[in-house]
């Protein structure tokens, strides 16, 4: 997968997608970081009950003031934090990595973008969900938090109304969702998110595997009739519901889960969770523009299903795909299971009949244990649980009138983009996000790397300083080796030659004669005799 490639030079890559993403998530983990070790400064200790339960601490941090605006230190922390979650899990404006990170392997989406990575964003803000909450819902943490998610969950959900790829439409609709538990957890609504994050795992694990059993099997269609097409792209689809009944069955599950599909879905009782908590407490704006995103949400999940499975075959390769094995379909029906029965352990404990049927909420009294102090809850209301249900079904209703009940039949345009004119353009390019990014950040950031960085600070700087260096270096030895060969090698070895020479010179007076011994030393006598004589006359 690492070094697969594509004839479209403009998709991008499984290599590209990872280095995109790492680099997104790695501007956010900075500022969470700085945000980890303010939070040590303040504290003393990173331990969640050490802090929490600890009523001095926690005065502390709130009365403490920041270095920014006056802020307490609380809630500096609190949003130094949530930046780690904006890029963790893909909230506006670092959404642009998860879609691209649907490059790689399906199960790999299912698990690490539907469950485990994604959700550790919105897992951690609900760790820290009691610091976050420090001063009541004032925050200015709690009021970025729920701009942000209920901003990212109406933006999300629009890119997905126009996407076509199978994965991308998932991928868009895990950002909307988290942006969903986002916006909860900013009007407080702790239980109703951590509730939304459970039944989420399941039901969008439960849409990606299938996916994948879809690509599996328009891919073993591909095999048999040589096609070149996007065995991703819902238009090459269509017809499958009856060569792939159990994907079918099951998607539909997962579907209608996560588009709230009334009283009988996981997805409904969580999402409806949150409207409810939002309608109770005032947030109005929240309530207005989550349930415009529960609509658009159960739109665009008819809309996958239609395209995908009902209506005719629009290529051979559909037309020739076949189920999966037992090995990729059982844990579809496993998944479907916690897909429908899930949502139940958290019913409003007085919602009719159901409410005390599994003994009065049990996963409000599960999660509620962690925090320090009892949050308020609301009273049930049958409001927002009609707008939620008309919203789902409504949006569900549209979007067959629109697809499902006449398909699209081969090379016939999606109606769209005739319906919605030049935004479908707009929607589908992603808001054209990437093109502005590449514009403003990758290529000056790519420019200064070149030119500033590589060609003058690398080149010029380094590699200038480091090549002076060592020519500076190289001539030094030059003189270390000539004074080496003349100053100690050449001096010394002359020395030792006169030395020798002399010695060779005076070994013929060494002959061992008394008599040659005798006309030497009078032969020094007179010459030395001449030398006084001289000197002293």
């Given at each position: 997968?690492?070094?697969?490639?594509?004839?479209?030079?403009?998709?991008?890559?499984?290599?590209?997608?990872?280095?995109?993403?790492?680099?997104?998530?790695?501007?956010?983990?900075?500022?969470?970081?700085?945000?980890?070790?303010?939070?040590?400064f303040?504290?003393?200790?990173?331990n969640?009950?050490?802090?929490?339960?600890?009523?001095?601490?926690?005065?502390?941090?709130?009365?403490?003031?920041?270095?920014?605006?006056?802020?307490?230190?609380?809630?500096?922390?609190?949003?130094?934090?949530?930046?780690?979650?904006?890029?963790?899990?893909?909230?506006?404006?670092?959404?642009?990595?998860?879609?691209?990170?649907?490059?790689?392997?399906?199960?790999?989406?299912?698990?690490?973008?539907?469950?485990?990575?994604?959700?550790?964003g919105?897992?951690?803000?609900?760790?820290?969900?009691?610091?976050?909450?420090?001063?009541?819902?004032?925050?200015?943490?709690?009021?970025?938090?729920?701009?942000?998610?209920?901003?990212?969950?109406?933006?999300?959900?629009?890119?997905?109304?126009?996407?076509?790829?199978?994965?991308?439409?998932?991928?868009?609709?895990?950002?909307?969702?988290?942006?969903?538990?986002?916006?909860?957890?900013?009007?407080?609504?702790?239980?109703?998110?951590?509730?939304?994050?459970?039944?989420?795992?399941?039901?969008?694990?439960?849409?990606?595997?299938?996916?994948?059993?879809?690509?599996?099997?328009?891919?073993?269609?591909?095999?048999?009739?040589?096609?070149?097409?996007?065995?991703?792209?819902?238009?090459?689809?269509?017809?499958?519901?009856?060569?792939?009944?159990?994907?079918?069955?099951?998607?539909?599950?997962?579907?209608?889960?996560?588009?709230?599909?009334?009283?009988?879905?996981?997805?409904?009782w969580?999402?409806?969770?949150?409207?409810?908590?939002?309608?109770?407490?005032?947030?109005?704006?929240?309530?207005?523009?989550?349930?415009?995103?529960?609509?658009?949400?159960?739109?665009?999940?008819?809309?996958?299903?239609?395209?995908?499975?009902?209506?005719?075959?629009?290529?051979?390769?559909?037309?020739?795909?076949?189920e999966?094995?037992?090995?990729?379909?059982?844990?579809?029906?496993?998944?479907?299971?916690?897909?429908?029965?899930?949502?139940?352990?958290?019913?409003?404990?007085?919602?009719?009949?159901?409410?005390?049927?599994?003994?009065?909420?049990?996963?409000?009294?599960?999660?509620?244990?962690?925090?320090?102090?009892?949050?308020?809850?609301?009273?049930?209301?049958?409001?927002?649980?009609?707008?939620?249900?008309?919203?789902?079904?409504?949006?569900?209703?549209l979007?067959?009138?629109?697809?499902?009940?006449?398909?699209?039949?081969i090379?016939?345009?999606?109606?769209?983009?005739?319906?919605?004119?030049p935004?479908y353009?707009?929607?589908?390019?992603?808001y054209?996000?990437?093109?502005?990014?590449?514009?403003?950040?990758?290529?000056?950031?790519?420019?200064?790397?070149?030119?500033?960085?590589?060609?003058?600070?690398?080149?010029?700087?380094?590699?200038?300083?480091?090549?002076?260096?060592?020519?500076?270096?190289?001539?030094?030895?030059?003189?270390?080796?000539?004074?080496?060969?003349?100053?100690?090698?050449?001096?010394?070895?002359?020395?030792?030659?006169?030395?020798?020479?002399?010695?060779?010179?005076?070994?013929?007076?060494?002959?061992?004669?008394?008599?040659?011994?005798?006309?030497?030393?009078?032969?020094?006598?007179?010459?030395?005799?001449?030398i006084?004589?001289?000197?002293?006359?």
């Open positions: 997968w690492y070094g697969r490639t594509y004839d479209d030079k403009f998709q991008i890559t499984p290599s590209g997608a990872a280095v995109k993403a790492f680099m997104t998530t790695r501007l956010a983990d900075v500022i969470m970081l700085i945000g980890i070790a303010y939070l040590y303040e504290a003393g200790t990173l969640f009950r050490e802090i929490f339960f600890n009523e001095e601490i926690m005065k502390h941090l709130l009365e403490s003031p920041s270095l920014i605006g006056g802020m307490a230190a609380a809630h500096l922390i609190g949003l130094l934090i949530f930046a780690g979650t904006v890029g963790k899990s893909a909230q506006f404006p670092l959404h642009v990595w998860l879609p691209d990170a649907m490059e790689g392997p399906t199960p790999v989406s299912a698990m690490i973008h539907a469950a485990a990575m994604v959700s550790a919105v897992y951690m803000v609900i760790r820290m969900f009691p610091l976050l909450n420090s001063g009541g819902h004032g925050s200015p943490a709690l009021t970025v938090m729920a701009f942000v998610g209920a901003f990212t969950a109406l933006f999300a959900a629009t890119i997905a109304v126009a996407q076509n790829d199978v994965k991308r439409v998932l991928a868009y609709s895990t950002i909307s969702q988290l942006g969903y538990m986002i916006a909860a957890l900013g009007i407080g609504a702790y239980v109703a998110a951590a509730f939304h994050l459970m039944t989420h795992a399941f039901f969008k694990a439960l849409l990606f595997m299938g996916s994948g059993s879809i690509i599996h099997g328009v891919e073993h269609g591909m095999h048999h009739t040589n096609e070149k097409l996007d065995p991703q792209d819902m238009l090459n689809m269509g017809g499958l519901a009856k060569r792939m009944p159990t994907t079918y069955w099951t998607f539909v599950i997962g579907g209608f889960s996560l588009a709230g599909f009334p009283f009988v879905t996981a997805g409904f969580s999402k409806d969770e949150i409207l409810a908590d939002a309608f109770a407490h005032g947030h109005w704006w929240v309530f207005v523009v989550l349930l415009i995103s529960a609509f658009l949400t159960a739109f665009y999940t008819m809309r996958q299903i239609s395209l995908t499975f009902l209506g005719d075959a629009r290529t051979e390769s559909a037309a020739k795909a076949h999966s094995t037992w090995t990729m379909t059982l844990p579809l029906v496993v998944l479907s299971f916690f897909a429908v029965f899930a949502g139940y352990v958290g019913v409003h404990m007085d919602f009719p009949v159901l409410g005390s049927m599994f003994g009065s909420n049990p996963f409000e009294h599960f999660v509620i244990g962690s925090l320090p102090h009892h949050i308020s809850g609301f009273e049930f209301q049958w409001t927002p649980v009609i707008f939620s249900v008309v919203a789902g079904i409504s949006g569900l209703l979007g067959w009138l629109v697809y499902g009940r006449r398909p699209l039949a090379g016939q345009q999606d109606p769209l983009v005739k319906v919605l004119g935004l353009g707009v929607f589908a390019n992603k054209y996000f990437d093109e502005l990014y590449n514009v403003t950040l990758v290529r000056p950031v790519k420019w200064i790397s070149e030119v500033v960085a590589f060609k003058w600070i690398d080149r010029v700087l380094i590699d200038g300083t480091l090549h002076s260096f060592a020519n500076l270096t190289m001539k030094i030895g030059s003189v270390a080796v000539w004074f080496e060969k003349w100053g100690i090698d050449y001096a010394p070895d002359k020395f030792g030659d006169g030395v020798r020479f002399s010695g060779q010179s005076f070994r013929v007076i060494q002959s061992g004669r008394v008599q040659d011994y005798l006309n030497i030393t009078l032969s020094a006598v007179v010459v030395i005799g001449a006084l004589f001289v000197i002293l006359r």
